[in-house]
């Protein structure tokens, strides 16, 4: 069965990015080709990534959709629609820093041109498959997501992806499931703790003298054990799991480290991210 990715999205959200990484995967990559060309494309035997946006020549989002709906028909192949958002903000800023022209701006403020595209595009992005919010994405977290759910490969087991965040600077976009650990006993109010992480072993042993921490953990494991083969028998290829707390630095990184261990422990496999110790993990 040929895969097929139909790549779209807000222009200036990483269409051209997104492409290249998924050229480095294994697709064959092809950017702004005409509708009309669309069907020619598929039916190969390689499996392929198209980019599709307002810039694409005939494009229309419901001659699009049409489209989709009858390549979908087709048992012979596996599509999934990918769309990339942004926080408008963002992309002016991109727009304004290199000096580029928005396709639907004309002569009129780059914003405009944003919110028009977003309300023409609405409709594909309730449609898609997969939603990437690049707006304070790196490229490597990029490829993680992008990997975690079209990497070509003939077994593809559940990819758990675990992170430690602050809430202060909100909460990752990606996450599947979230958990808030802000309940447990702090160490930044421990001076001899407050320059520490979650990755040393006195901030770990006085959060584990919180009267609640063995029954939390133990509960949060009752949890989410049963439903990593529902999620598997579903077809999820990838599942973020993020755990917060008031800085990301002590009791989430902590509880992060732990469940991924504890994941992998039992076969699973897990990668590890804490957010607020400069992106670094383990």
């Not at 629609?81 to 727009?95: A, K, N, Q």
């Not at 290199?98 to 594909?124: F, K, N």
């Not at 006195?202 to 529902?230: Q, S």
Request: charged share 25%.
């Amino acid at each position: 069965m040929q895969k097929i990715l139909i790549v779209t999205g807000l222009s200036g959200a990483g269409m051209t990015t997104s492409l290249k990484i998924l050229e480095d995967m294994g697709y064959e990559t092809i950017d702004g080709v005409p509708l009309s060309l669309l069907p020619q494309l598929v039916g190969r035997a390689e499996p392929m990534a198209i980019g599709v946006d307002i810039r694409t020549r005939g494009f229309g989002v419901a001659p699009l959709l049409e489209e989709l709906d009858q390549i979908k028909e087709d048992q012979k192949l596996d599509l999934s629609l990918v769309f990339l958002d942004c926080e408008d903000e963002i992309i002016e800023r991109r727009y304004v820093e290199t000096r580029h022209r928005h396709p639907l701006a004309d002569e009129r403020p780059v914003a405009d041109g944003i919110r028009h595209e977003r309300q023409i595009l609405a409709p594909l992005q309730n449609r898609a498959d997969l939603v990437i919010n690049t707006t304070d994405m790196a490229i490597k977290d990029c490829k993680r997501i992008l990997q975690g759910h079209f990497a070509l490969s003939d077994k593809k087991p559940l990819s758990i992806f675990v992170t430690s965040f602050s809430f202060k600077k909100g909460i990752p976009r990606e996450a599947d499931l979230v958990f808030d650990v802000r309940f447990l006993r702090n160490p930044y109010y421990d001076p001899s703790l407050r320059s520490l992480t979650g990755k040393d072993e006195a901030v770990g042993a006085y959060i584990r003298e919180d009267e609640g921490f063995d029954d939390f953990f133990n509960n949060l494991k009752t949890l989410i054990a049963p439903l990593l083969p529902r999620y598997s028998a579903e077809g999820k290829s990838y599942l973020t799991i993020a755990i917060g707390c008031t800085g990301g630095q002590h009791r989430s990184v902590y509880l992060a480290r732990l469940l991924n261990d504890w994941l992998s422990d039992n076969g699973e496999n897990t990668q590890l991210q804490h957010r607020e110790l400069t992106n670094s993990s383990h």
